[in-house]
């Protein structure tokens, strides 16, 4: 079965002229199906942008990527918004729209899908929202909710659409302890529930022991991989 | 509301509850649209009803032909014609008849204050050319100095002017000479005077000694029945020998007179200018809500961009936006603009009134116009970029 993600010779550069400067070394870098996987490494070492390639958010430079058995490389800008549907984003903040209720924040990404009925989008938010122990907050604006219960709010929306890979970037930075590890189970059982790869990118030591693998990223190289499996 | 937007896109009507989310932002931006709604309102009105005014007078007669001088732009404007032209228009078989119509401004001292009043000098032997609304009271101009006067003219009392009858006349001073007004008629008051009154053709040389009765302001034709009237007009051309005069249709020469004041006379231009104004502000306002709006809410839409949101599925939010606030701004507008319009009208008796078109006509373009905003707003979108959210 082919990999949900391979990546090779990946090469990134910001800036232009005298200012340009590398971000990422010939990375290298395989997803399993199914797989939990964690990327850590010091502010700077370019792990965002390996999320950012990964997502479709910025285009490939240099190298390839295979994301779903499909090149980014060179894709165009439609069928990367059309790739990104298929993946679902976790953000440091929650990134919830403070007009919109827990149950309307996670029906936007069923609507995303495509136009489905709006009782059926509704109910699949609920039920995600139930999953993630949010049962009898369907109706609050994010205003109302606590800082975790906004993170939760956040991974069913990234989950709701079923998506085939979960991008997190630090989701637990902005939570206390309990609420960080209660996310982290969250998105490792719906993960294994649902045969979801994740790729989470933290500096958060809590989460690792929850990972099957963990790749260290350093001055834009990978300089170790460790497998827990 | 959020049921109807739900239906007509088919998604969640989010720019709905990003609107209401903030009250007080909302009123505002609803008071802003209302307000240039009710500008653009006022000034139609006043538009509007200045073309109503010019026209008003047009009413008083019937005629189916006017010869003017080539200098008559507007019915009170230009020099007189030579009344042998008159005498020159009847040799036509098909013309019937014909009547010299005098026309001035009469000054009346009220006390408090001068109305003036627009005269006209008819003869009072051709009742034939006077419309029946003013009543077949033409026989009481025979007498020297007599007057029908209008009971809707500025300045003058509702119920002393109501008490203007043949058993008690009304007697006033004007121009050194006093007047006597038997009747009244229903004229109201126009752009160019406070009201008008009728009186005979010699009255009306008495009053102004300098006019001549061999030279009218304008000439009045009636032609037989049936006849085309522009075949008429087109053989008067040839007949008359001063190429210079405007020989029209009568309905002709009142749209004619209305194009001349609305595009040419500095009211009209000040006016329609004031149209302009009023589209522009309620364009830069609903521009100005959304694009604050959409900048607000960068974060949201670069999340949804990175969703997998496709630039048609924010226009349309955008679009949603500017559809509520087009709608639910034109009805405070529209109460407000009405009210301003009766208030006014009241003060000023000018014909100032909203009607069903204006109302249609300010609807659909307040639609249009917040569509062009939210158009222009989107393109603030762009700077949502997701890549930034990490």
């Known amino acids: ?83 990104r549907r298929r993946l679902g984003f976790i953000f440091q903040a929650h990134n919830l729209h403070e007009s919109l209720t827990a149950t309307q924040n996670v029906m936007m990404g069923v609507q995303v899908l495509g136009s489905v009925p709006d009782a059926t989008a509704k109910q699949a938010a609920i039920h995600a929202l139930g999953l993630v122990g949010l049962s009898d907050r369907t109706d609050y604006l994010p205003a109302n909710l606590s800082g975790g219960q906004k993170q939760r709010v956040a991974v069913a929306r990234a989950l709701v659409g079923n998506p085939a890979l979960v991008l997190a970037d630090e989701p637990t930075a902005a939570l206390d302890k309990d609420s960080a590890a209660d996310v982290v189970d969250l998105l490792k059982r719906m993960g294994s529930a649902r045969g979801t790869t994740t790729l989470l990118v933290t500096h958060d030591n809590r989460i690792l022991d929850r990972a099957d693998r963990i790749l260290t990223l350093e001055d834009g190289r990978i300089v170790k991989v460790e497998d827990r499996t | 509301m959020s049921r109807l937007l739900q239906a007509l896109f088919g ?84 013309v019937t008849d014909g009547m010299g119509l005098f026309l001035a401004n009469v000054p009346w001292d009220r006390g408090e204050k001068d109305i003036s009043l627009t005269t006209f000098g008819v003869d009072p032997a051709k009742p034939g050319f006077i419309a029946p609304e003013i009543g077949g009271d033409l026989n009481l101009l025979q007498v020297q100095d007599a007057a029908i006067l209008d009971r809707l003219a500025r300045g003058l009392g509702k119920e002393e002017a109501a008490a203007i009858r043949p058993q008690t006349p009304l007697a006033f001073e004007t121009q050194g000479s006093t007047l006597t007004a038997y009747a009244t008629f229903a004229g109201g008051g126009g ?82 200018f004031g149209v302009l104004i009023g589209v522009l502000v309620g364009l830069v306002i609903v521009y100005q809500v959304l694009s604050t709006d959409v900048a607000d809410h960068l974060r949201e839409y670069a999340t949804f961009k990175a969703m997998g949101y496709g630039p048609q599925f924010f226009l349309s939010v955008v679009f949603e936006e500017a559809l509520v606030l087009g709608i639910m701004g034109f009805i405070p507008g529209l109460v407000v603009g009405t009210t301003i319009l009766t208030l006014m009208g009241r003060i000023t008796t000018l014909p100032l009134a909203m009607t069903p078109s204006m109302a249609a006509s300010v609807f659909l373009g307040t639609i249009v116009f917040s569509a062009v905003s939210g158009a222009i707003a989107t393109r603030r979108l762009a700077a949502a970029d997701p890549a930034d959210l990490f």
Not at chain 2, 38 to 61: E, K
Not at chain 2, 62 to 84: K, P, T
């Open chain 2, 11 to 94: 998604r969640l009507p989010i720019g709905w509850l990003q609107l209401t989310h903030n009250r007080t932002r909302f009123a505002a931006a609803l008071a802003g649209v209302a307000f240039a709604n009710v500008l653009v309102f006022v000034q139609l009105g006043i538009m509007n009803s200045m073309g109503a005014a010019t026209l008003r007078p047009y009413d008083f007669f019937q005629a189916d032909i006017m010869i003017s001088a080539g200098d008559a732009n507007a019915l009170a404007d230009g020099g007189n014609v030579a009344r042998q032209w008159l005498l020159q228009a009847m040799a036509d078989p098909d």
């Open chain 1, 1 to 83: 079965m082919e990999n949900v993600v391979d990546a090779r010779g990946l090469n990134h550069w910001f800036g232009s002229g005298e200012v340009k400067k590398q971000a990422l070394f010939d990375v290298n870098l395989t997803l399993k199906r199914g797989s939990f996987t964690v990327l850590m490494g010091p502010s700077g070492s370019g792990k965002t942008t390996v999320l950012t390639l990964i997502g479709c958010l910025r285009g490939v430079q240099d190298g390839s990527v295979r994301l779903l058995g499909q090149e980014l490389n060179g894709a165009t800008e439609a069928h990367l918004v059309a790739l």
């Open chain 2, 191 to 272: 752009f160019g005077g406070d009201g008008y009154m009728l009186v005979s053709d010699q009255t009306f040389l008495s009053l102004f000694p300098a006019r001549s009765s061999a030279a009218p302001d304008h000439i009045l034709l009636q032609l037989r029945p049936g006849v085309p009237v522009q075949s008429v007009v087109a053989r008067l051309k040839t007949l008359i020998s001063d190429p210079s005069l405007r020989i029209r249709s009568y309905p002709d020469a009142a749209q004619e007179d209305l194009r001349y004041q609305q595009t040419r006379r500095p009211t009209g231009i000040i006016f329609g």
